[in-house]
């Protein structure tokens, strides 16, 4: 154990001296980056504990200025390089809190310290870890609601859970889902002494129809031998959701605000753009499955039939664009979109196979036949988080992705797709942090340069 400690202290070490090095070189390149417009000034009056200030654009809750504030304030370290620091601060422990996930699942100390390592570069997210963001604090306080859940301490988690939902509203979806994740697999356990089945895992996929079945059928049998604590655990989550109802009944909206920006839609090929991302990131993990994929549709073809034209129905008739994709070019998805999308009709056509492929392997790469709980609530979470959206952005998708990354079956992730999924990440970033520093946007209304970022 004390071997594994001092191989992660080194890993540490290195992961922050070389970020650091980036970290000033980006503070050095530019001091305001899009959305810190609108984030730098209010970390700064929180940050001096000036809390009755506020910005009508901002969408989210205060929860990063109170860090800040919390963090920073004591110490008058309120300038835009320590309001940076916070994100740095927050990817170097989002680092330990992967080691600890990941010892889960991952056999020997120096994988698992290389798998957390190479989460934590996950290019999307290791940029947003030199900037004034919400994104990589709002991934830490999901991590604590995650890593207390598998832990079994259902209060803290709850409370994580609470706290999450300051960083960013949408992370009341984490909460709700494991909490129905709890509230499975407690009232398997029931079910399974009722029925006298012996417990092989926390809800496999053998029993998943015998015990649902027997559920919706009599639910009073399950629920009324359920333990007390059970049902404080439960209410600790339940009671967090509740206070988000009422946050969104007092408020009209579940953003903060630039509420006419950001209503909730329906936006169902939000799934099919979150499943290529997925594929791209993990491609080491996903390539493999090409082939069984081809075997797979020359076997199925009428279902697979039924899912391309279930597929492109979806594509023709809820393709939304936000207008906030077509009119900054300061991100990559609006190169994307008009330099394909846009520009060919047929080419969201074409994709569709691809969008079959990458919901089809992300589903079976989410599917433990030893414990269905994860993929059961995983998946219905996620969607509901997804087609509320309009605007296509990779930040969307970092907690899911990173969720399911963390739960990829072992033998899914084999040393030597975790090194190759290391090196594709380091390119990218490479390749990302060298278009920040050198490639230069003018607008006819902004004085400084624009720069290109996620």
């Known amino acids: 154990m004390a071997y594994g400690n001092i191989w992660l202290l080194i890993a540490l070490i290195l992961y922050i001296v070389i970020s650091k090095i980036i970290f000033d070189t980006v503070y050095q390149t530019s001091k305001l980056v899009i959305d810190e417009e609108f984030h730098l000034p209010l970390g700064e009056k929180y940050c001096e504990f000036n809390f009755r200030q506020w910005d009508s654009k901002v969408t989210t809750l205060p929860g990063l200025y109170i860090l800040s504030a919390l963090l ?171 206070s988000f109802l009422i946050f969104v009944a007092c408020n009209g909206s579940i953003v903060v605000g630039d509420k006419n920006a950001h209503q909730m839609t329906l936006h169902t090929p939000q799934v099919f753009y979150f ?36 597929s492109g129905l979806i594509v023709h008739l809820n393709t939304q664009v936000h207008p906030y994709l077509l009119a900054d070019n300061r991100h990559y998805t609006f190169y994307i979109w ?20 990458a919901v089809h392997v992300t589903v079976k790469a989410l599917w433990n036949k030893h414990d269905v709980s994860f993929c059961l609530t995983y998946i219905p979470a996620v969607t509901i988080l997804l087609v509320t959206q309009k605007l296509i952005q990779e930040r969307y998708f970092l907690v899911p992705y990173i969720l399911l990354r963390l739960k990829l079956k072992y033998k899914n992730s084999s040393a030597f797709n975790v090194a190759l999924e290391f090196a594709t990440y380091i390119i990218i970033n490479v390749t990302t942090f060298e278009i920040f520093f050198n490639k230069v946007l003018y607008w006819n209304d902004r004085d400084d340069p624009q720069r290109i970022i996620w």
């Open 275 to 310: 499943c290529i991302f997925c594929i791209v990131f993990g491609w080491p993990h996903f390539v493999g499955e090409i082939l069984k994929f081809l075997r797979f549709a020359k076997a199925h073809k009428l279902k697979m039939f039924l899912y391309l034209i279930l």
């Open 72 to 242: 920073l304030g004591p110490f008058g370290l309120c300038s835009i390089y320590w309001l940076r620091m916070v994100s740095f601060i927050c990817s170097c422990v989002n680092l330990l809190m992967f080691y600890i996930l990941f010892s889960q699942n991952t056999r020997g100390d120096q994988r698992k310290i290389f798998s957390a390592i190479m989460l934590a570069l996950l290019p999307p997210l290791y940029f947003f870890s030199h900037l004034y963001y919400t994104d990589v604090a709002s991934l830490t306080s999901v991590l604590f609601v995650v890593t207390f859940s598998e832990f079994e301490y259902y209060y803290l988690a709850s409370l994580a859970g609470f706290i999450s939902i300051v960083f960013r509203q949408t992370n009341v979806i984490f909460v709700m889902m494991y909490g129905a994740k709890y509230a499975l697999t407690e009232s398997y356990k029931v079910w399974a002494q009722q029925q006298n089945v012996t417990l092989t895992g926390k809800l496999p996929a053998t029993n998943l129809k015998p015990f649902l079945t027997h559920f919706i059928a009599n639910p009073a049998k399950i629920l009324s031998n359920l333990s007390l604590p059970f049902w404080l655990n439960l209410s600790c989550y339940a009671a967090t959701v509740i």
């Open 338 to 357: 008009n330099r394909f999308y846009a520009k060919y009709w047929f080419f969201t056509y074409l994709m569709t196979p691809v969008y079959v492929f």
